[in-house]
């Protein structure tokens, strides 16, 4: 085993070990999916519709595999996904575009900091957040962006995000997507109903004011009662889990993933679509 990318002491480490955060999943794939250019690119290649469980386990197998693997299980898993991106292409996108990789980077870093501060009532400072700022860069960058695309720094990240947020128009595909992501197709069918009416409450309830406008998605005080409600409770009950209970998703994953990165790396085809966004 190689050293990875990052430590133990590392602020991203800190945060994303939180299996919580994957409830914020749905507020990040849909701010990338604002974007029209991520969204087309989405509709036309991605197999969220027909399998969002296992799209859900591509795509945290690869953030696990970059947060928390060796060096070379982030690399190799990177370079897997740059090849599936590379045939992500369409009239007016390239999954592969350093514009579209910035914003899909900073809306993983945007909502993981927003996310854990609620969930666990606590404040960051400007330096933590230009820590972990600047550890996210690595979403990016391992995909092949240079660096010097990104916002330098936090402060440079705040004016960047602010801008997109005023600026993007999303489409009928970005539409599309919130449907498919919203209301999945999942096993158990009805009795999934209370954990999604969950999800899609925290969902708006992260979404910056702008782009859930844009969704169209019903906002008022009953619903931003409800959900400082259950953002309360899950805060009570959450951080007082022990932390090998709150971290089982991450093993998970890293699991399921290193079975693949093993097969793939023997020369046999791994089983797995590459995420395409």
Partial sequence: MTEGLFSDDDLIRHITREGALIAAGGAASLLQTAHPQVAQGVYDHSYTAEDPLRRLRNTMGWLYAVQFGTREEAETFSALVT???DQVTGPGYQANDPELQVWVAATLFA???QFYQLLFRRTFTEDELAEFYGQTKVYATILGCPEDRLPATYRDFRVY????LNTLKISDAS???ADQVLNPRLPGGPLNAPGLAAIRLIT???MPAPIREQYGW???RARALRFRLLMGALSVVYPRLPVRVRTLPREYYLRTTRKMLAKATSGRRPAIRIPSS
């Fill in 83 to 85: 090849r599936g991106h």
């Fill in 161 to 164: 995000y602010a801008g997109m």
């Fill in 175 to 177: 539409r599309a997507i």
């Fill in 218 to 220: 019903k906002w008022n």
């Fill in 204 to 206: 708006a309830g992260l």
């Fill in 111 to 113: 909502v993981a900091a």
